[in-house]
Nanobody, 116 residues
Framework: QLQLVESGGGLVQPGGSLRLSCAAS????????VTWYRQRPGEERELVAQ????????LYSDPVRGRFTVSRDNTKNMVWLQMVNLKPEDTAVYLC?????????WGQGTQVTVSS
């Protein structure tokens, strides 16, 4: 079964940038669609960005489109979320999910705080 570990979160000023990483261990990573979600306290989990199994297609939620970029390298079992022009409303725990038709894996999340 796939296991995921996120990293790269932290405190950044508005307008700043961060790159989140999602490292996968296990077999068959290139079969998994990977989705970044975020969750604020008291709110439902929100889809942020998604990348297809071989990386040919991506999608973004409206609040982040044009500011966030998702990418992956299946040779390294890695997915990244590059975030620029961060806003206070981007503050959340960011989680990555890897999914096939038979399996879903989640990481533990990484905190992103955007504040001056």
């Amino acid at each position: 079964q796939l296991q995921l570990v996120e990293s790269g979160g932290g405190l950044v000023q508005p307008g700043g940038s961060l790159r989140l990483s999602c490292a996968a261990s296990g077999f068959g990573f290139s079969d998994y669609t990977v989705t970044w979600y975020r969750q604020r306290p008291g709110e439902e989990r929100e889809l942020v960005a998604q990348i297809s199994a071989v990386g040919r297609s991506t999608l973004y939620s409206d609040p982040v489109r044009g500011r966030f970029t998702v990418s992956r390298d299946n040779t390294k079992n890695m997915v990244w979320l590059q975030m620029v022009n961060l806003k206070p409303e981007d503050t959340a725990v960011y989680l990555c999910q890897a999914r096939t038709g038979l399996d879903t894996a989640w990481g533990q999340g990484t905190q992103v705080t955007v504040s001056s």
